[in-house]
C-alpha cells in the first residue's frame, strides 16, 4: 500500500487556502498534467498525477468533506466515502469545459475516476449540517438527543419515478431518448466534439407524462423525519457526527445525503473545559489556609469529592486531581482536573470570633 501525500501539499496550497485558491491551484495543475497534453509515453504517469490532484480538489473544495479530512486526516475520509462518494458533489465538467476541455477528453477523465458521467443517472442527494446543543454533564456521560429535520426523501407514491403510479414515461422528443445534444467547438486545443446534457430531460432521456400527484413529477417530497443522534462520551465543541443517509434524497435512485451533526457545548457555571481537562475555583475557608485541612469540591460527575489542603495553602493555588477531568473521545484514557484555591475572607464574625482574631493580630505586633 502506498502513503497517501497530503492534498493540500498535492495541490501547493497553505491550510489557510480559501476555496478560490484552491480551485485556481486545481486548474493550474490540471492544465499541467491534463492526460492528453503529454506524449504517449507518460499517458500513464499523467493519469495517475491527474487522478491524485483530482482527488484534492474534491475534498478540500467540498466543506463537508475538507472539515473531515482537517479533522481525521485521510482515514476519515477513507472510511466515509467510496471512490464514486468522493467525485460525485464535485462539478469538474464546468472546470473542464470552462477550461476548452471538452468531446473526448471529458469522457476519458469521468473514465479515470470510474464514475458516473455528469447530471445522467442517479445522483446523490445533498449533505444536511445540524447543531446540536448539550451541556457539560452531557459530554461527560454520553447522552441520547431526538430532534426533527425537515427534509425531502424519495416520493413513496412513485418510488422517485415522478410518474403517476400506473403511467409510464415517454422518449424526450428533444434529444430522441439518448439524454445527450451533441455540438462541435473549436477550442486553443482542437476541434472538439461536445456531448452535453439535454437541457429539457436532463440527461435522462424520458420525460414524465403523467405527474404523479402528490410529488408533482419531481419524485421527492418534503418531510419532517425524527432523529435520534447517539452523542458518545468526550466529545467536544464542534465534534461532528456523520448519520448516513439523513440527507437530502437523492435522484434517479442515487443515495441520499447524509446528516451531519455538530454538538454545540453550552458554558458551565462551574466547570471550563480545556480539552480533556476541567478546571474550577474553589473558596477555602481561612483557617483550613492557614492549619491544612479537607475541603470539599465539586465534581463533573456530581458527587463532592474531599480534597487535602496543606497547611500555609496561598490564594490561587492550583491542585491536580488526576483522572477526574473529561473522558478522551478516542482513548479510554480521562483528563485531570484542576482546582484554583480562592482564600475566603470572613465577613460577618461575632464578638468571640473578633476577639481571637484580635489576640492573633496583636500576637504579630499589628495595631488593631
Ligand atoms: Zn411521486
Ligand atoms: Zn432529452
Redesign the pocket.
Known amino acids: 500500500m502506498t502513503v497517501k501525500r497530503d492534498y493540500y501539499e498535492i495541490l501547493g496550497v497553505s491550510k489557510t487556502a480559501s476555496a478560490k485558491e484552491i480551485e485556481e491551484a486545481y486548474r493550474r495543475l490540471a492544465v499541467q498534467h491534463h492526460p492528453d497534453r503529454v506524449p504517449a509515453e507518460k499517458k500513464d504517469e499523467a493519469r495517475e498525477k491527474f487522478k491524485e490532484i483530482s482527488e484534492a480538489y474534491a475534498v478540500l473544495s467540498d466543506p463537508n468533506k475538507k472539515r473531515e479530512y482537517d479533522t481525521y486526516g485521510h482515514a476519515g475520509i477513507d472510511s466515509h466515502y467510496s471512490q464514486e462518494d468522493l467525485f460525485s458533489g464535485t462539478n469538474f465538467g464546468s472546470i473542464f469545459r470552462d477550461m476548452g476541455f471538452g468531446g473526448s477528453i471529458f469522457e476519458d477523465l469521468f473514465d479515470i475516476f470510474g464514475t458516473h458521467r455528469e447530471r445522467s443517472g442517479p445522483r446523490r442527494g445533498a449533505d444536511i449540517e445540524v447543531p446540536v446543543k448539550i451541556s457539560l454533564e452531557e459530554a461527560y456521560r454520553g447522552v441520547e438527543k431526538d430532534f426533527s429535520i425537515y427534509h425531502t426523501v424519495t416520493c413513496s407514491t412513485c418510488r422517485g419515478s415522478g410518474a403517476k403510479p400506473g403511467t409510464s414515461k415517454k422518449v424526450?422528443?428533444?434529444?430522441?431518448?439518448?439524454?445527450h445534444?451533441s455540438s462541435t467547438q473549436d477550442t486553443f486545443f482542437g476541434r472538439f466534439v461536445q456531448s452535453q446534457p439535454?437541457?429539457?430531460?436532463?440527461?435522462?432521456?424520458q420525460?414524465v407524462d403523467i405527474p404523479c400527484e402528490k410529488c408533482f413529477g419531481s419524485g421527492k417530497i418534503k418531510e419532517q423525519t425524527k432523529i435520534s443522534v447517539k452523542v458518545p462520551p468526550g466529545v467536544d465543541n464542534g465534534t461532528t457526527i456523520r448519520i448516513k443517509g439523513k440527507g437530502e434524497a437523492g435522484d434517479e435512485g442515487g443515495a441520499s445525503g447524509d446528516l451531519y451533526v455538530v454538538v454545540r457545548i453550552a458554558q458551565h457555571p462551574i466547570f471550563v473545559r480545556q480539552g480533556d481537562d476541567l478546571v474550577c475555583k474553589v473558596e477555602i475557608p481561612y483557617p483550613i489556609a492557614v492549619l491544612g485541612g479537607q475541603v470539599e469540591v465539586p465534581t463533573i460527575e456530581g458527587a463532592k469529592l474531599k480534597m487535602s489542603i496543606p497547611p500555609g495553602t496561598q490564594t490561587n493555588k492550583v491542585f491536580r486531581l488526576k483522572g477526574k477531568g473529561m473522558p478522551n473521545l478516542h482513548s479510554s484514557r480521562r483528563g485531570d482536573m484542576y482546582v484554583e484555591t480562592i482564600i475566603h475572607v470572613p465577613e460577618k464574625l461575632n464578638d468571640k470570633q473578633k476577639n481571637i482574631l484580635r489576640e492573633y493580630g496583636k500576637s504579630l505586633g499589628l495595631d488593631i
Open positions: 424526450c422528443n428533444k434529444c430522441k431518448g439518448t439524454g445534444i439535454c437541457p429539457r430531460c436532463k440527461g435522462k432521456g420525460i
